[in-house]
Nanobody, 123 residues
């Protein structure tokens, strides 16, 4: 079992930055790829980005590429999502998820999920 807890959400203005954290406990963290998904009001959950267990490989959705950066500190069992140049369209609940070998964009391939953290971007 892996437990995931997100933090760092909040209310910011367009153009601001925010860093989310996903703290993991349980099994060997480096065995798991971790992704961030988000779900905006009235929208389906969508893939944001993913990082491999070692941190050597990352993959981003086109809508956030160049603005968001995913990273991980395996000594602390934390995955970060640095979000820059935030836009109102980024308003959503952000979830981190983990699995051994997920298909990056496919939420159903992730075994463990956090409870989510709310990000609201005002214009």
């Amino acid at each position: 079992q892996v437990q995931l807890v997100e933090s760092g959400g909040g209310l910011v203005q367009a153009g601001d930055s925010l860093r989310l954290s996903c703290a993991a406990s349980g099994r060997t963290f480096t065995d798991y790829a971790v992704a961030w998904f988000r779900q905006g009001p009235g929208k389906e959950r969508e893939f944001v980005c993913r990082i491999s267990g070692s941190g050597g490989s990352t993959y981003y959705a086109g809508s956030v590429k160049g603005r968001f950066t995913i990273s991980r500190d395996n000594t602390k069992n934390i995955v970060y999502l640095q979000m820059n140049k935030l836009e109102p369209e980024d308003t959503a609940t952000y979830y981190c998820a983990a699995a051994y070998t997920p298909i990056p964009r496919r939420s159903e391939t992730y075994d463990y999920w956090g409870q989510g953290t709310q990000v609201t971007v005002s214009s």
